[in-house]
């Protein structure tokens, strides 16, 4: 795969993402009209995200760190035979793990809930209606593990586009049951729209799976020399998600506290944080996805040097995109949350504390990109523990400016130690992998980092002259405000020689 093709391969998953992510707008847009910052959305909030937080450890996580680096280099080494035997024995230990994960869940439920949401103790209805909603979510655990599964093996196969449309048909799924159920039967209505949509996107990806000879078959048992060689990895896989998932609870657990950091808090960090992960999402992890399998091949065929270089471009492509991001939600997060959101029961005040954590997000909105892509290479060298080990002092550090800033900032804090932590966590990967593999263009990609920077500021200051102007931001007016900064963050990139802009212009200018 080509510099050409990883860009490619990332516009389809990006553009995938960006459909699901428009989606995802409209989705929350009306469960926030119908539900906003109150007991039935905190509650709906915490029990999506129990199942959702295990899919870390059982999906996409194991698929990252495990499956996709080691069905690479059976594909590559041992041939089409051979891949498609494992690849069907280890859909069927998903399968089982992922049944016995969810019977486990649904028994367990009332001591998971009582554990990441303590504050939910005080408040009996909130807490039943937490385990309730979360006992009839927790089958969604294995429609949602086993389609993160079958994503990682047709990422290896160069499928892209199908899996990475996905998650469209949950939100379309969402947005359908709130519409249609929630004015029936209340909340509930959004965990049938779940379920619904967890079974769409698995039966999205059977078809393709089914013409690559790769299928649920237990003929096929559970046994092959490299579930051993998987399983190594994921050990270290399995701590680093639950360092990843502790670093997510203590947010909740301490979002759930009304008394220190104010109502509604575990509603507005879900959807501040929906809103940093649109470009996120969209670009980002798309990139690190996508990057993934290539960096695989080339250390599975000892091409170092190409790894490097697709980690140095790749790294300087997310600088370029996520840095502007950046600039601009923490500039436009009022209105932005405002118009989307502020209507039914969402009121003023969710729009002020949503906004409160959505601008203190932002400012590790590169370094959340940047460890994607950091420890995806990790993965792709078969070292899951590196970044366990990395994962595990910046949670160490969360918690710690979580108690120091959850008081004078409120909200905001548990935003801002979120960043911070991140960010300590990106370089210390960078350093540890530099030693690993030597220079991959350090000095490109801080002039790089440089020149970008300065076109944000010039891009910053236009956005607040437009927001300071404009009395009443509509949707007209946020449109018109991000194309404009759109327009100076490139013609700023091209005046400061920021040279994948340059090149960018050039070759269009070349196509006309």
Known sequence: ??????????????????????????????????????????????????????R???????????????????????????????????????????????????????FIVRLIAPGFIREPIKLELTIRLTRMIFPYLILIGLTAYSMGLLNTLKHFAGPAFGPCLLNVALIVSAIWLCPKIGIMGLVIGVLIGGALQLFLNIPIMYKRGVALSFKDGFRHRAVKKIGALLVPRALGSAVYQINIFVDTIIGSFAWIVGAGG??????????????????????AQAALPKMSREYATG?????????????????????????????????????????????????????????????????????????????????????????????????????????????????????????????????????????????????????????????????MILLKNSQNFNYIILIISIAVSICVFILAGYIFNVKEVRSTLEWIIKKR
């Open 303 to 463: 091409d170092i040097e190409r790894l490097k270089d697709t980690l140095s471009f790749s790294l300087r492509i997310i600088l370029l995109i996520m840095l502007p991001a950046s600039f601009g939600l923490a500039i436009l997060g009022h209105p932005i949350i405002k118009i989307l959101f502020e209507r039914g029961e969402f009121t003023a005040y969710s729009t002020a504390i949503t906004n409160s954590a959505l601008f203190f997000y932002s400012f590790g909105l590169f370094a959340y990109s940047g460890v994607k892509l950091l420890a995806g290479c990790f993965y792709s060298m078969q070292d899951t523990m590196t970044p366990v080990v990395t994962a595990f002092l910046a949670t160490i550090l969360n918690i710690i400016l979580n108690l120091m800033l959850m008081w004078p900032l409120k909200l905001g804090g548990l935003a801002l130690a979120t960043s911070i932590s991140a960010t300590f966590n990106f370089f210390i990967l960078y350093i540890l992998l530099k030693k690993r593999l030597g220079g991959f263009g350090t000095r490109r990609i801080a002039d790089s980092f440089l020149r970008v920077f300065l076109a944000c500021i010039v891009m910053g200051g236009i956005l």
């Open 266 to 287: 575990v509603a507005a960090l879900y959807y501040a944080n929906r809103l940093i992960q649109f470009p996120l999402a969209i670009f980002g992890l798309a990139l």
């Open 1 to 54: 795969m080509s510099k050409h093709e990883l860009i490619k391969s990332t516009w389809v998953i990006g553009i995938a993402t960006a459909m699901s992510r428009v989606l995802g707008f409209v989705r929350d847009i009306v469960i926030a009209s119908y539900f906003g910052t109150s007991l039935a959305a905190q509650a709906f909030v915490v029990a999506f995200r129990i199942p959702n937080s295990l």
């Open 56 to 110: 870390d450890l059982v999906g996409e996580g194991a698929t990252n760190a495990a499956i996709v680096p080691v069905l690479t280099e059976y594909k590559t080494v041992q041939g089409e035979r051979e891949f498609v035997h494992i690849s069907r024995v280890l859909f069927n230990i998903s399968f089982a793990a992922l049944l016995g994960l969810t019977v486990f869940g649904i028994i367990f439920s009332p």
